[in-house]
């Protein structure tokens, strides 16, 4: 009997394991779209993005970002790293991948949301607990890039507009964005033609001021093939 017991929670332990591992994985099905929790983007070479953020799985990354966008925080700043097939970053007052906001830094908030096309993730360096204000959409998916870095929103509208970002690192044009704002807030666009106004130069977070490191995912390396060598000539005989 004992030795049944103990197969039986055996058993269960295993299935316990197994479904939470699976739960980690499956990303979580969307919540409704509401105003508070939606980002606009409008940007300088045309058109307004709109992004769902999700609180239910990285809630400290979304009210970063609300907090700053309702700053103002965002307005001017350029998308100053975009790589095509790959992904848009923006989000540094310093505009080369070192700066972020006077706020904290943010602890990790890995989940089960993958890197897929339109995702908003966010930017940080080689420390996993260093993201700050700096993101990045993606523009082709890289699933790689799963469990580190920190997905906090999907493109819901407008990817057309996210497609059309200068590319560059940096762009010689870059893309700025004219207005950051939360749906709730009812902030309706720039008017066409508008400059876009940059914000005052914050600091570099204490992450990217200690090493001066430009934050955001390293560009996944091209598959290499190797190439045979070609066979050595004939030795003549003397």
């Known amino acids: 009997m004992r030795l049944k017991a103990f197969l039986i929670l ?22 409704p779209l509401t105003p508070e929790d939606t980002l606009l983007l409008d940007l300088s070479t045309g058109g307004r993005v709109t992004i769902q953020l999700r609180p239910d799985v990285a809630p400290k990354h979304v009210e970063r970002i609300k907090v700053l966008a309702r700053r103002g925080f965002y307005n001017g700043l350029a998308f100053h790293r975009v790589i095509e097939g790959f992904m848009a ?67 819901v509208g407008g990817m057309n507009f996210v497609d059309a970002i200068e590319r560059g690192e940096p762009p010689a044009n870059p893309t700025r964005i004219l207005q950051a704002s939360i749906a709730a807030d009812n902030r309706p666009p720039p008017p066409a033609g508008a400059v876009p106004s940059p914000s005052a130069p914050a600091p570099a977070s204490p992450a990217a001021a200690a090493g001066a490191h430009a934050a955001g995912p390293a560009m996944p390396p091209p598959m290499q093939i190797r190439v045979p060598d070609p066979p050595a000539p004939p030795r003549k005989k003397q």
Request: proline content about 9%; some cysteine; aromatic content about 6%.
């Open 89 to 155: 970053q923006g989000g540094d007052p310093k505009g080369d991948g070192t700066g972020g906001s006077d706020l904290p830094d943010l602890a990790a908030e890995f989940n089960g949301l993958p890197h897929v096309r339109g995702a908003l993730s966010a930017a940080r360096t080689e420390n996993p607990n260093s993201a700050n204000s700096q993101f990045f959409i993606m523009l082709s998916p890289k699933l790689s890039l799963d469990g580190q870095y920190t997905v906090f929103g999907r493109v």
């Open 10 to 31: 055996l058993c269960a332990l295993l299935f316990s394991g197994a479904a939470a591992a699976q739960a980690l994985q499956t990303p979580a099905a969307p919540p």
